[in-house]
């Protein structure tokens, strides 16, 4: 039986997919020549938060986000040593799905009343706050919180689409 809608988290919007990938700069060359890929960003990644979120102590990496087909792809290498674990948070490949939510705290509370656990309580990266809960199969999803009312890296970065002309 299909619950009513509207009972789950009150998504905002589908924000990225993200790709785990061993050579950022092979693979944002594949992307950017075989898909076009727009690059909204690119950062050097570090620091405690991400290394809660990579599994990793002192992950350092670098992500690239763009845009293929309106949708943000997020390229992330996590350097020497991310490699594919069951069960892990990294993997090379297709890492996680993520959805944008405005109010990051009641989200993580609401998985709980649901009757889910999240993989590890809100962290902060770079002004963007975020959770994992893992689907029945271990799939990580991740529900994120942008800064100053973005729904997506996108918005993050370039500010609202309309804005984009």
Known sequence: MIDEPGTGLPVRAFSHVCIGVTDIERSFDFYKRLFGMDVVFDVELEGDSLSTVSGKQDAKGR????????????LIDLGDGATAKPGG????????????????????????ELGFSAAQEPVEIAGVRMFFVNDPDGTPIEIVEFPNGAQDSAELWRGPRQSWT
């Open 63 to 74: 992500m690239i986000g763009g845009l293929i087909g309106g949708v943000v792809v997020e």
């Open 89 to 112: 948070t990294h993997r090379i490949g297709y890492t996680n799905i993520s959805f944008s939510v405005t109010d990051l705290d009641e989200a993580y509370r609401r998985v709980g």
